[in-house]
């Protein structure tokens, strides 16, 4: 076998045999297909499409490219997985929320992809932080924390961290197979009992459009439980960021809020983080429905719980042992902050969220190639939300860039991303469909 002729047969739209797509998964994982071949693979698939047979296979193959943990703890192994968003912190939130009701949570995450953050990216904005853990570190900590965030690796889904980057700087984000095989890769290799997916929906999502969307997580919630992993996905919207920022440490001081209890908390961060925590806790038998489930994970956010475990988790990867205590001062802060103001009064109507991905890219806050440093104190703060009325001259959003020019351009984007009503405007509905 070769990857010109598995690529040659991927590009005339010819169904590729089991033994094909492990060959290139393994391929991937030693290093023995290139950047191209890999870059030309993503893109054949993002174009052709494997169908649901091929689907599973590059699943399965990407799992097996690397190692399955195994666990004998006394608890439920769980996590959560958003299908990607801008300002969508939940994960950092979610995972010592789920340890502190007594889960186990080996979360295996992304980098920021397309336009999208990247939970990975986000926790390094923490000094001294790393994500970068072995396979034991990882083992030991979820033993003793309960929770980790961690980069896939080269003995866990390691297809999955060479493909990943390369999908990532060409445009081969949005395809359905290529989000599945991603995802349940580093899931499945993690040794899961239950998952729940995030599938999100609206502008800022990966696929905006809900018929496809809501194609992605039958795909996954069905190659998932065909594993042997229980499953639900829920549909969420992303047509405005979940928090009122975009950015790595702006989206940490989001999460810090909301497991300080400090002012001014999002209250759609904590729907999430509640209702996707629900589900899992009552997958995983910890609670006797998601409804119970959330409420669990609600007290464990009031009562200090959660964040204990965070200020845990941060220590132990690296970063300062008083986090919980002095997030404030520990995060890196952009040298200018402007804030961009209505010019009149109206109703916020809508958000072109995909827009404000892109304009933390521009900021530095992401990456355009692969090498590129991600500056983690930029993008966006204190964005107005859809229904919002504003009055003229209101603030908008801060812009938190490197310099003034940088600043400006963002402003202008921004600006145009936004759209205005004199009418009353019905905020979108945060949680929907629930598949599985
Ligand atoms: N998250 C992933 O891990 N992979 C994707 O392809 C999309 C979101």
Redesign the pocket.
């Known amino acids: 076998m070769d990857a010109a002729h598995i690529l040659q047969k991927l590009r005339g739209g010819a169904p590729l045999y089991e033994a094909e797509i492990y060959w290139f998964a393994n391929g991937l994982a030693e290093g023995t297909v290139t950047d191209a071949q890999a870059g030309a693979f993503a893109m054949g698939v993002c174009t052709r499409g494997l169908g649901a047979e091929g689907r599973v296979h590059l699943t399965a193959a990407m799992v097996q490219s690397g190692e399955t943990l195994r666990w004998d703890l006394p608890g439920p192994v769980l996590d959560k ?4 968003g801008v300002g969508d912190p939940v994960s950092l939130a979610l995972a010592p929320a789920l340890a502190a009701c007594g889960a186990y949570v080996p979360m295996v ?2 980098r920021g ?1 397309g336009h ?1 953050g990247g939970t990975l990216d986000k926790l390094e904005a923490i000094p001294g932080l790393t994500t970068q853990l072995s396979v034991e570190r990882l083992q030991a900590q979820v033993e003793e924390i309960g929770c980790a965030i961690v980069a896939a690796n080269a003995r866990l889904a390691p297809a ?1 961290a060479r493909l ?1 980057a390369v ?1 990532d700087v060409t445009g081969t ?1 949005d395809s359905l197979d ?2 599945c095989a ?2 349940l890769s ?1 899931k499945l290799a993690e040794g899961v009992e239950a998952l729940v997916l995030d599938v999100k929906t609206g502008s800022g999502a ?1 696929l905006p459009d809900a018929d496809a969307a809501r194609r992605l997580a039958h795909a996954l919630v069905e190659t998932a439980q065909g594993a042997g992993c229980m499953t639900t996905a829920l549909m969420t919207d992303m047509s405005q960021p979940a928090v009122p920022a975009a950015g790595n440490a702006l989206e940490v001081i989001e999460v810090m809020k909301l497991l300080t209890g400090g002012a001014g908390a999002s209250p759609r961060l904590r729907t999430l983080v509640e209702v996707l925590g629900g589900e899992a806790l009552a997958l995983g038998g910890m609670a006797a429905d998601a409804q119970d489930g959330a409420q669990r994970i609600g007290r464990v956010l009031d009562n200090g719980d959660a964040a204990e475990r965070f200020g845990q988790m941060v220590a132990a990867q690296g970063g300062p042992a008083d986090f919980p205590e002095h997030w404030r001062d520990r995060l890196p802060a952009a040298p200018v902050v402007v804030e961009l103001r209505a010019e009149a009064p109206g109703v916020v109507a809508g958000i072109d969220t995909r827009v404000l991905g892109d304009v933390v890219l521009d900021l530095g806050g992401g990456r355009r190639v692969e090498t590129d440093m991600v500056n983690p104190a930029v993008g966006l703060s204190d964005l107005v939300s859809i229904g919002d009325a504003i009055s003229s001259d209101q603030p908008l959003v801060r812009i938190h860039a490197d310099d003034a020019d940088d600043a400006e351009a963002a402003a202008a984007k921004v600006y145009g991303a936004l759209s205005f009503s004199d009418r009353a405007v019905t905020p979108p509905t945060l949680i929907g469909e629930r598949i599985g």
Do not use: N
């Not at 997985?81 to 990607?84: D, F, L, R």
């Open positions: 997985h958003s299908t990607g995450s992304g992809l999208t999955d990943y999908r984000v290529l989000i991603s995802i580093k990966i």
